[in-house]
C-alpha cells in the first residue's frame, strides 16, 4: 500500500508516524510550545530524528470550543514554516486546514499532503486539491470544532462514518483526485462521546473495504481523560496503546504527538504481526 505524492510515494507497508507541529497559540495539548518559526522547525527536526515520516502542520486550533482564524493569520503561521522545513528535510509535510486558499499556498510552499477535518467540503476545496496534485486525508465530524461536544448522537457510529467516509471518496474521485491519493481519517473526538469512541477504535477494520488507508489520530484525547481520568501530559501510555491497537487494526497512518516512544510500540506491534505472515518460498 502505498499514498501518491506529488514528488514521491509513501509507502504505507509499515505504519507511518505523523508528527503533530501545532503552530497555534490553543491547541489543546500543545498550544504556544511551539509558536515562533525557530521553536516550531527544532520541533520538527526532533520529530523526524524520532522517526517521523510525515510532518502535519496545523495554524488553527480544532479542539472543542475553539475560535476561527482568518485565512492571512493562518498563511503567516505556517507557510514560513513549510517553506524552511521543505528546504531543511527530506520528509513529508502535510497542512492540517480546511480552508482552500492556505492548502493552495502550503502546497506552493513545499507540502504534498492536506488533512483536512472537514473533509473538502469546504467551497472550492475539492477543486484545489485536485489541481495540486496533493494527497489529501478526509476525516469525518459531525459538527463543527466549537460545538462539535455539545450533544453528538449516532444510531450506528461505524456505519454513519464509513458512509460519510465513502461518499466524501466519490466525490473526491469524481473531482479528478485519485484513489492512489487518498487516505481516510474517522475523526476520534470529532463529534463524539466516549462509547463512540470506543465503537470505532474496536472496529477499525470495518473500514477496510474503503479501499484507502487509515489515519488514526489518538494521541493525547479527551477520551482518555474519561476513561483513565488523566490530564493532558499524562496520556502517552493510553496514547501509545490505542496507537498500537489502531496499527493492528489496520491503520498505516498515526498522528501523534510523542514520536519516539509511538514508532517504538508500532515496531514491537510491526515484529510480531510479521511473526503471522508466511515467509515467500526461497530457491
Known amino acids: 500500500m502505498f499514498l501518491q505524492l506529488p514528488r514521491r510515494r509513501l509507502a504505507l507497508d509499515a505504519p507511518v508516524v505523523m508528527g503533530i507541529l501545532n503552530v497555534t497559540p490553543d491547541s489543546f495539548s500543545d498550544g504556544g510550545v511551539h509558536a515562533t518559526l525557530e521553536q516550531a522547525c527544532e520541533r ?25 482564524v482568518s485565512e492571512a493569520e493562518e498563511l503567516d503561521r505556517v507557510v514560513p514554516v513549510i517553506e524552511r522545513l ?5 520528509v513529508v509535510l502535510s497542512v492540517d486546514t480546511t480552508k482552500p486558499l492556505v492548502m493552495r499556498e502550503a502546497i506552493r510552499a513545499g507540502a504534498e499532503m492536506i488533512n483536512d477535518i472537514n473533509a473538502l467540503r469546504a467551497e472550492s476545496a475539492v477543486e484545489t486539491a485536485a489541481a495540486s496534485g496533493a494527497a489529501v486525508c478526509l476525516m469525518h465530524m459531525q459538527g463543527e470544532p466549537r460545538t462539535m461536544q455539545q450533544d453528538p448522537r449516532y444510531q450506528d457510529v461505524v456505519g454513519e462514518v464509513h458512509a460519510f467516509l465513502q461518499e466524501r471518496i466519490r466525490h473526491c474521485l469524481a473531482a479528478g483526485i485519485g484513489r492512489e491519493r ?36 489518538l494521541s493525547r484525547k479527551s477520551m482518555f481523560g474519561q476513561l483513565l481520568g488523566l490530564p493532558v501530559e499524562r496520556r502517552l501510555p493510553a496514547s501509545l496503546a490505542a496507537a498500537v491497537l489502531a496499527a ?28 503471522g505472515t508466511p515467509a515467500a518460498p526461497t530457491g
Open 44 to 68: 520538527a527536526r526532533q520529530m523526524v530524528a524520532e522517526g517521523a515520516g510525515i510532518i502535519d502542520i496545523g495554524g488553527e486550533s480544532t479542539r472543542p470550543g475553539a475560535a476561527s
Open 86 to 90: 521543505a528546504r531543511e528535510l527530506d
Open 182 to 217: 487518498i487516505a481516510v481519517d474517522p475523526g476520534f473526538g470529532f463529534g463524539k462521546r466516549l462509547e463512540h469512541n470506543q465503537a470505532l477504535l474496536g472496529r477499525l477494520a470495518a473500514f477496510d473495504d474503503l479501499g484507502c488507508p487509515l489515519l488514526a489520530g
Open 248 to 275: 493492528w487494526q489496520g491503520a498505516r497512518i498515526l498522528r501523534v504527538h510523542d514520536v519516539g516512544p509511538t514508532v517504538e510500540a508500532l515496531k514491537v506491534a510491526q515484529f510480531a504481526r510479521q511473526a
